[in-house]
């Protein structure tokens, strides 16, 4: 077996199974930075004297089958009041590499296009806040905070 074409350096565990068939067991670490790079992949390759030629499986985080997908969960909304600060709190879980970026839109009332938020007078986005799981994943937590007022944020959709 081979790893991103290197022989391994742990030996593999080789076990019989019931039908007389084998099966073999093999590890390969990659640091997690290896996967903040969407074009990384890494690839396993196996061959056997009873094989012409060598056969290979790779994944990289465009993958589908990839296993880390990040979970959005929903906008947390407090009770809007007009002149007083108002937090909207997303939080995006299930992160692996911890390399994310959030982008906070605004849709206008009635309208379809959206305009990207961005830090000023009116508008204040927190710096991204992450957190590690037990599992190795992280969660990233960031909050968009405003005074609401009836000219500018009435209808308004925040994404």
């Not at 590890?27 to 061959?47: D, I, L, Q, T």
């Amino acid at each position: 077996m081979k790893w991103n074409d290197k022989e391994t350096s742990e030996p593999n565990r080789t076990s019989q199974n019931n039908d007389g068939t084998y099966s073999v067991h093999s590890e390969y670490k990659v640091p997690g930075r290896f996967f903040s790079r969407p074009g990384s992949a890494v690839r396993v390759s196996w061959k056997h004297g009873s094989m012409e030629d060598w056969e290979s499986r790779e994944m990289s985080v465009r993958d589908p089958e990839f296993p880390w997908k990040p979970n959005i969960q929903n906008i947390s909304v407090p009770n809007l009041l007009i002149g007083r600060k108002a937090t909207l709190k997303c939080k995006v879980s299930n992160v692996f590499p911890d390399v994310l970026s959030v982008k906070w839109l605004k849709k206008e009332k009635g309208g379809q296009e959206l305009f990207p938020v961005i830090n000023n007078q009116t508008y204040n986005i927190s710096d991204l806040r992450l957190e590690k799981q037990k599992d190795n994943t992280f969660i990233y937590t960031n909050c968009l905070m405003f005074e609401p007022s009836i000219n500018r944020e009435e209808g308004v959709e925040f994404i």
